[in-house]
């Protein structure tokens, strides 16, 4: 297993449902980031959680983390078709060394 | 605007061709990074600038050639490359270790025919 696994790796819902993509990690990390990534384009940051935090929230979004099971959740709540793209989880080692989930794919049907 | 700026946005190379990927950030980070992505897969890193200088190379080919001029550049120059390197290529810029996390580019789509 890679570290960094997410599921599920589709997820298919209805406007205004809530969405939750959870993310699980090997080694130990500094903190903990959600990216989203519209198709064939750049990756955006939208939260980032440090190792000592266990929730956070930014808008519509909610993330926590469980160090002891070295697990994170996304939730997204009120879902709009624009929320529709693939979300990703990244770790981030002492080294810099970055490593991500294999993601999530949403849809938000109108 | 992306506060990291990739060129070109999309290239396409012959084998035999030499071309480089260009990367620009403004946000006073000091490490950088290239990201290579498949279609439906996560990125997958490339190589760490810390510093300006190279501090991961993740057991890239030697037809990928990293650069990092200043603080504020970042290159990838190819050479020799094949079909099977056709992908997203992906810059990123953060603080020295990922603190805050990442910001990253529109990415370069790479064909290579």
């Known amino acids: 297993s890679q570290q960094g696994e997410e599921d599920p790796q589709a997820l298919s819902i209805q406007e205004g449902e809530n969405a939750t993509m959870n993310c699980s990690y090997k080694?130990?990390?500094?903190?903990l980031q959600w990216y989203r990534q519209n198709s064939g384009r750049g990756l955006v940051h939208l939260i980032l959680i440090r190792s000592n935090e266990r929730e956070k929230h930014s808008g519509r979004l909610r993330v926590t983390l469980d160090t002891s099971k070295k697990s994170s959740s996304l939730l997204i709540t009120a879902s709009r078709a624009a929320d529709t793209a693939s979300y990703f989880c990244a770790t981030a080692s002492n080294a810099g060394k970055s490593t991500f989930g294999d993601g999530t794919t949403l849809t938000v049907k109108p | 605007d992306t506060e990291v700026t990739q060129t070109p946005k999309h290239l396409v190379m012959g084998m035999t061709n030499k071309k480089s990927l260009k990367c620009e950030q403004h946000?006073?980070?000091?490490?950088m990074y290239w990201y290579k992505q498949k279609a439906k897969k996560p990125p997958e890193l490339m190589f760490v600038y810390s510093y300006e200088k190279l501090s991961i190379n993740e057991s890239v080919p030697s037809r990928f050639s990293p650069e990092c001029p200043n603080s504020s550049l970042l290159n990838l120059h190819l050479h020799a490359l094949q079909p099977e390197d056709s992908a997203l290529y992906l810059c990123?810029?953060?603080?020295?270790?990922?603190?805050?996390?990442?910001?990253f580019g529109s990415g370069t789509r790479l064909t290579v025919v």
């Open positions: 080694t130990s990390i500094n903190n």
């Open positions: 990123a810029s953060s603080q020295v270790g990922g603190k805050g996390g990442y910001t």
């Open positions: 946000m006073g980070h000091r490490a």
